[in-house]
Structures are given as structure tokens and as C-alpha cells.
């Protein structure tokens, strides 16, 4: 720590009960007075030395190097993520006010709506499952969410086709993107473990459907 103040005072200062805010003042104080060089410690991004986390309150030293281009002073590479997460989340919030066109709406409102729109508090809300909409009489595909440890098999918004989520929780692994899940009554929406089979390939399934052959890779 490049701190001038010496070590009984710090020690002194930092063990006092006042309240942060306080301590980092009297912090800032002692380094004024022992620096040898103030116009450098007045610099620039060199001034407060001792400053407050704005993540996890926690006092220290300087802005550091990792801080510089995020625009926030935070102790630690952690810290300077998580305010980065947060300040990414608050940027999509103001966009979504803006896309609303409504006039008077704050953060705290948005926020107040999300929480009474999102998941089961939606009266659209169909417990976690859509549907893939298809042209004509066929009856559309049923995605769920996906569990973190089939993630890889899921689309960008974390979906999954059911009827592979099924066959890849009864093989405890992930499909691969050839493998094709063929339901035995061709009905998309009965995803029964009993009415599921694999194919290694959609040629295979294909050929099995016409001749019933090769057998299946899995079925119970």
C-alpha cells in the first residue's frame, strides 16, 4: 500500500468506531499532512487516496488501474464487475421505460411493474412453457426451461425442446445436435419417457419410420 501515513496512525484511525464516511476523512486528512509530494496526490484520479467501495463499503487505497475505464472507483476486480452487471441492468431498465412511451414512469415504477408482470404474477403465465407457433393444423413444439446442467443443448434464451429434455435426463447427458427424439404416437405433445425414442441421426429415423430399421438408439 503506497500510503505515507505511518502505520500507528493508520492503525489508529482505522480501529475507531466512527462511521466510515468519518474514517476515510480522516484518512485523506493524514495523508495531506505526511505526503512529501501534495501536487501529485492532489493529481488528477490521484485524490481522495482513501475512498468507500460502492459495492461492498468496504475502505481503500486509491482508484485502481482495473476502475479507470469503467468510470467508478470500487476495491477490487470483483467489485468493478458487479457494479458493471449492475449498471447493465439499470441502462436496460431506462431503455424499456423509453420503449413504453409513457410519460412520468421512474425506475421505481418500471420496477414495480416488472415485479407484477414477470413469472406467475403475469396472467399470461403458463408455467415457465411456450409453445413453437407452425403454420396449418400441426400442433406446435413444447419448450421448458432448461436446467443448468443440460444448458448446452438449450437456445440463446435458455428453452429447451421437452421431449429431449426428457430422453437426456433418462441418459444423464446432453443430445447431440444430430440425434433426433422421434415420439411413437407422432404426437409432439405426449413427451411420456414410454412414448420417446432416439435416433442417431435424422437419416436414421427417417429410414426406420419407412422400414423399421435401425433400431432406435434408446427407448424404454
Known amino acids: 500500500m503506497p500510503t505515507q501515513i505511518p502505520r500507528t496512525g493508520l492503525f489508529q484511525i482505522l480501529q475507531t468506531n ?16 505526511f505526503t512529501k509530494r ?17 459495492m461492498c463499503g468496504e475502505i481503500f487505497w486509491r482508484t485502481p488501474a482495473w476502475t479507470k475505464k469503467a468510470k ?12 458493471r452487471a449492475q449498471d447493465k441492468e439499470r441502462l436496460n431498465l431506462l431503455r424499456r421505460i423509453a420503449n413504453t412511451g409513457r410519460d412520468g414512469w421512474t425506475e421505481q415504477s418500471m420496477e414495480s411493474y416488472l415485479e407484477k408482470m414477470t413469472g406467475p404474477n403475469n396472467p399470461a403465465w403458463k408455467g415457465g412453457v411456450m409453445y413453437f407457433k407452425t ?29 429431449r429434455l426428457v430422453v437426456a435426463q433418462h441418459l444423464g447427458r446432453c443430445l447431440k445436435r444430430t440425434e433426433v427424439v422421434h415420439h411413437k404416437d407422432h404426437d409432439p405433445t405426449n413427451n411420456n419417457p414410454d412414448n420417446l425414442m432416439l435416433f442417431a441421426s435424422n437419416s436414421q429415423h427417417k429410414r426406420y419410420e419407412a422400414t423399421g430399421r435401425p433400431p432406435p438408439l434408446w427407448q424404454l
Open 135 to 163: 403454420h396449418g393444423n400441426y400442433v406446435g413444439v413444447k419448450y421448458v426451461r432448461c436446467p443448468n446442467e443440460y444448458r448446452e443443448m438449450a437456445r440463446k434464451d435458455g428453452y429447451v425442446m421437452e421431449h
Open 18 to 33: 466512527l462511521s466510515q464516511e468519518t474514517i476515510v476523512a480522516l484518512l485523506n486528512e493524514a495523508e495531506l499532512t
Open 38 to 54: 501534495q501536487r501529485d496526490l492532489e493529481a488528477k484520479r490521484q485524490y481522495p487516496c482513501w475512498q468507500i467501495c460502492p
Open 72 to 83: 467508478v472507483n470500487t476495491c477490487s476486480k470483483e467489485c468493478v464487475a458487479a457494479w
